[in-house]
Each structure stands twice: as C-alpha cells, then as structure tokens.
C-alpha cells in the first residue's frame, strides 16, 4: 500500500534542505533563489517503528525492513499560483498527486536568505498558500457546476444530493476556508471532488537549531493558527536535520541528537505525524530471514492486509495467525505464545489492530 505527503511552501523556506534530509540524499538542489526547484523531486522515507527492531531481535531475523512514505518535494507556491503566475498550474496539479501535506513555513530569521515577500510572517505566508489552494478548488468546482446542475434536473436523489454537496463546498470556499473545515465533511463523497483543500495538512515550522525544542514567538503564532484549523503543528530545524543525515552511523547521530536535547530526529518526528493524519496503523511479518512492517488504514480487513503483503494472499486468503505485538514481546517466541495461548486464528473479517504479527495461511 503506497502513500505519500507533498512538501509545499513559498520559495526559498528549505523545502529542499527538508526534502533531502528526510531521504538522505542530495536529490533536490538547495538554492537561495525561487523556484529552483522544478519537476517536484520524489524520495522515499523509512517509517522507523521501535517495535520492529523488537520483534526481529526475538526472532532472530537477518533483516529489518521498514515501511515507507514517499515524500514529493513540490516547488514553490506564489501569490497568483491559481492563476499561472510562478510556475502556476503545473504545481498545483502535483499537490493534487499526494495524500496530505506537509506545510513548512519559515519561522527563522537569516538575512543571508532571501524572501519572497521581504519579510518574516509565517501566518501571511500560510494564508497566501492556502488562498490559492482555495482559489484552484473553487475554479475547479465552477467549470464543474453547471454540467451537474444539468443532469441533477433529469437525475435522481444521488446526483441531487452531489450537486448539494458541491454547492455548500463552494459557498464555504467563497468566504475564504478550506473544504477540510466542514464539520459535515464525509470523505468518500468528498473525494470524487478531487480537492486541494480537503487534504490534510501539517503546518511544520522550520526554526534556527537553538529554538528546535522550545520554539520562538514566530513559531507560536503557527502553533495558535494550527490549533484553531484543528491541524497538527511541528518545529524541526531543515539545516539541522541535514548535518544529522549527513553523519555515518546511528550512534553518531544519537550523540549529536542528544547534544541538543533531543530523543529522536525532527524528521522521525514528523514522519510519525504524517503517518497519524493519514489514519494509518502498522502489522508486522515476523521470520528467521526478515521482519517486516507493513501500512496499512485503520480498520481495515485481515484479507486487505493480507492483499498488502502479496494480491495471491487476499484471493485465496484462509485465516491470519495472529499474535498481539504485547504478547509478542512478553512470551519471547511464537511456540511460547502458542503455548500460551496467544495465538488467535482470525477470519477475514477480523478488523487489523495496530501491532498485530500476522501470518496469513491461504490456497489459490
């Protein structure tokens, strides 16, 4: 099961210095001018579950494989982006690609760097991203409208009912919010819309290295706005993320974590937090040769998780073995979770817990 989150933010916040420490590359050019990023750059990025390690060591596994979330490194959005301006229409078609966004504003100040808009204000900064997301979604809608209004008149109650929803989104649009700020917001009729602003956001503040734990003022103001859009908030440091990539081994990087006051790297951090916005959970595949963690949406179906692993295992799926990653843990192998009485044989109805170590028995 494949997902992924944009970066996206004005020019020049250090979207591609994020963008290449979340991947450990130097796959995105970092420059202090606009839009030196063009063709949006696409990395992968481990899901680092503590659990996993866990579960190899009782088994004895010779390797750790984790899961992933692509990360799309989107250039950078201007005031008039919904109208072609900057590089325009073409990047908002890439947002229209992922799953969720990462927002990342510039909370640090740096002479040295340029801004688009000579002045240091994330809030302004996250309005005029936001406005030509909502501006893109409400042409979007428009040239839509009058089509459906037509076969609503000959349809029948479902075509009435979509041309209501597509009627109160545009009338929230208009006054200026996003499509996610619906209360009455139902995701499977919202998604055939295919909306920019119903995606889910994480504003992630980029501060200097000394305000990474703490935050400052500009910070502050992000963490306010983030709670009144019922959005999740973070602060990382892109440059300090960086250097930590750019360092060999894990203990190097823990000890350089540590100087700093930190238990685990920014980008961890707001991996995890994409990972929970996407109202994702993980199950794992335990054996002498690999352990491994697998994605997958919550309350999803024993068989869906079996057709992650592999689509033969959901055709001719039979039951799932499963052992809570608890019980796991605390009888130290399979045979004694057996013994136990641990081992539950489930159907493919049974609803995937997060942590569940399955072993799925199938015939095709």
Same mark, same amino acid.
């Given at each position: 099961?494949?997902?992924?989150?944009?970066?996206?933010?004005?020019?020049?916040?250090?979207?591609?210095?994020?963008?290449?420490?979340?991947?450990?590359?130097?796959?995105?050019?970092?420059?202090?001018?606009?839009?030196?990023?063009?063709?949006?750059?696409?990395?992968?990025?481990?899901?680092?579950?503590?659990?996993?390690?866990?579960?190899?060591?009782?088994?004895?596994?010779?390797?750790?494989?984790?899961?992933?979330?692509?990360?799309?490194?989107?250039?950078?959005?201007?005031?008039?982006?919904?109208?072609?301006?900057?590089?325009?229409?073409?990047?908002?078609?890439?947002?229209?690609?992922?799953?969720?966004?990462?927002?990342?504003?510039?909370?640090?100040?740096?002479?040295?760097?340029?801004?688009?808009?000579?002045?240091?204000?994330?809030?302004?900064? +996250?309005?005029?991203?936001?406005?030509?997301?909502?501006?893109?979604?409400?042409?979007?809608?428009?040239?839509?409208?009058?089509?459906?209004?037509?076969?609503?008149?000959?349809?029948?109650?479902?075509?009435?009912?979509?041309?209501?929803?597509?009627?109160?989104?545009?009338?929230?649009?208009?006054?200026?919010?996003?499509?996610?700020?619906?209360?009455?917001?139902?995701?499977?009729?919202?998604?055939?819309?295919?909306?920019?602003?119903?995606?889910?956001?994480?504003?992630?503040?980029?501060?200097?290295?000394?305000?990474?734990?703490?935050?400052?003022?500009?910070?502050?103001?992000?963490?306010?706005?983030?709670?009144?859009?019922?959005?999740?908030?973070?602060?990382?440091?892109?440059?300090?993320?960086?250097?930590?990539?750019?360092?060999?081994?894990?203990?190097?990087?823990?000890?350089?974590?540590?100087?700093?006051?930190?238990?685990?790297?920014?980008?961890?951090?707001?991996?995890?937090?994409?990972?929970?916005?996407?109202?994702?959970?993980?199950?794992?595949?335990?054996?002498?040769?690999?352990?491994?963690?697998?994605?997958?949406?919550?309350?999803?179906?024993?068989?869906? +998780?079996?057709?992650?692993?592999?689509?033969?295992?959901?055709?001719?799926?039979?039951?799932?073995?499963?052992?809570?990653?608890?019980?796991?843990?605390?009888?130290?192998?399979?045979?004694?979770?057996?013994?136990?009485?641990?081992?539950?044989?489930?159907?493919?109805?049974?609803?995937?817990?997060?942590?569940?170590?399955?072993?799925?028995?199938?015939?095709?």
């Amino acid at each position: 099961m494949s997902f992924n989150c944009g970066i996206v933010g004005l020019p020049n916040i250090g979207k591609s210095t994020l963008f290449n420490a979340l991947t450990q590359s130097s796959a995105a050019e970092a420059a202090n001018y606009p839009f030196c990023t063009i063709e949006p750059n696409i990395g992968k990025v481990p899901i680092r579950d503590q659990r996993l390690k866990q579960i190899a060591a009782i088994a004895g596994s010779e390797k750790v494989i984790y899961s992933q979330l692509e990360v799309v490194d989107i250039a950078g959005l201007v005031k008039g982006a919904s109208k072609g301006e900057g590089l325009g229409n073409k990047f908002l078609s890439h947002i229209r690609e992922v799953d969720a966004i990462i927002h990342l504003l510039r909370c640090f100040t740096d002479g040295n760097i340029s801004h688009v808009h000579n002045k240091i204000d994330p809030i302004s900064d +996250a309005e005029v991203v936001e406005m030509e997301l909502i501006l893109a979604d409400i042409d979007n809608i428009e040239k839509r409208l009058p089509q459906l209004e037509k076969k609503a008149k000959q349809g029948g109650k479902e075509l009435k009912r979509q041309l209501d929803l597509m009627q109160e989104v545009l009338a929230t649009l208009k006054l200026g919010r996003p499509a996610r700020s619906l209360g009455n917001m139902d995701k499977v009729e919202m998604k055939p819309l295919q909306l920019l602003t119903t995606k889910p956001v994480v504003y992630v503040c980029n501060v200097e290295d000394t305000h990474i734990i703490t935050g400052n003022e500009l910070s502050k103001k992000v963490e306010k706005m983030a709670k009144e859009n019922r959005s999740k908030f973070y602060c990382i440091s892109a440059k300090l993320e960086a250097d930590i990539a750019n360092l060999d081994s894990e203990e190097e990087k823990q000890s350089f974590l540590s100087e700093f006051g930190l238990k685990e790297s920014g980008l961890d951090g707001v991996v995890r937090i994409m990972y929970e916005v996407l109202s994702m959970i993980t199950f794992f595949t335990v054996g002498p040769k690999e352990a491994r963690a697998w994605p997958i949406k919550i309350r999803s179906t024993a068989d869906k +998780a079996a057709g992650v692993v592999h689509t033969d295992f959901e055709k001719g799926f039979i039951r799932a073995e499963t052992i809570s990653f608890d019980d796991y843990v605390k009888y130290k192998s399979k045979s004694d979770c057996k013994d136990a009485g641990k081992i539950r044989f489930e159907s493919k109805d049974y609803i995937v817990q997060d942590g569940d170590i399955m072993h799925f028995r199938f015939n095709v």
